[in-house]
């Protein structure tokens, strides 16, 4: 799955996704770019941002297939997640992400003790 990149959203947002056509996340108006991260960032970016949310998926992205540009950034914020080495750079999709895109879409729950961890599908991608 090397090259592959991934976005934390909900099965609603997807279902909501699928009916419009394409996926559009809250961070594109706000901030102009849809957040996502390697398999080596997922889990510090969702424990960060995500704790405590249930319905969670990976929309698993090709970024050879995306219609919208594709940046690598340094965090939004200026700070990665912790987990996630300083100099990280982070892919930045600059408009909606098309649904052929996404190649594969994960189930992202936590475990019992409350914490993330990569499906084991993208284990192999480290």
Partial sequence: M????LHITSND??????K??????????AEGFI????SAQAVPVAEKFYKGQT???????DPAR???GLKWELPFDGAPPPGAPAADLFPH???PINLDAVIQILDFEVDSSGRFHLPPALITDN
């Fill in 55 to 61: 319905g969670l998926i990976l929309l698993v992205i």
């Fill in 20 to 29: 419009a056509g394409q996926y559009i996340a809250p961070s594109l108006a």
């Fill in 2 to 5: 090397s090259g592959l990149i």
């Fill in 35 to 38: 957040h996502c991260s390697t």
């Fill in 93 to 95: 999709v600059y408009g």
């Fill in 13 to 18: 947002a997807w279902a909501s996704a699928k």
């Fill in 66 to 68: 995306l219609n919208s």
